[in-house]
Nanobody, 127 residues
Framework: QVQLVESGGGLVQAGGSLRLSCAAS????????MGWFRQAPGKDREFVAV????????YYADSVKGRFTISRDNAKNTMYLQMNSLKPEDTAVYYC????????????????????WGQGTQVTVSS
């Protein structure tokens, strides 16, 4: 198993930036493809970005492409989400998630495909 803890959320004005972190413990972090998801009040949890085990492959939701960057440091057991040019519609609780260990599947974009989740961190973007 792997345990995940997000941090770095907060309140920011539109156009600003935040960097989220997801710290992992337990089983070898590099065993997992990792994803970021978000959930706004009254809405379903939605895909934001995903990164492969090595960090060599990434994929983004159209709504964040060009503004957000996902990365990871396997030596530090940490994944990041750099969020620039934030918009009020980016307001949500952001979650990191781990795919099943040593997955050979393509990178997944649906929440139910992920086995492990953090508790979430709130991001609020004011207009």
């Amino acid at each position: 198993q792997v345990q995940l803890v997000e941090s770095g959320g907060g309140l920011v004005q539109a156009g600003g930036s935040l960097r989220l972190s997801c710290a992992a413990s337990g089983r070898t972090f590099s065993s997992y493809h990792m994803g970021w998801f978000r959930q706004a009040p009254g809405k379903d949890r939605e895909f934001v970005a995903v990164i492969s085990r090595s960090g060599g492959n990434t994929y983004y939701a159209d709504s964040v492409k060009g503004r957000f960057t996902i990365s990871r440091d396997n030596a530090k057991n940490t994944m990041y989400l750099q969020m620039n040019s934030l918009k009020p519609e980016d307001t949500a609780v952001y979650y990191c998630a781990a795919d099943r260990p040593l997955s050979t599947r393509v990178l997944q974009t649906t929440p139910h495909e992920y086995d492990y989740w953090g508790q979430g961190t709130q991001v609020t973007v004011s207009s």
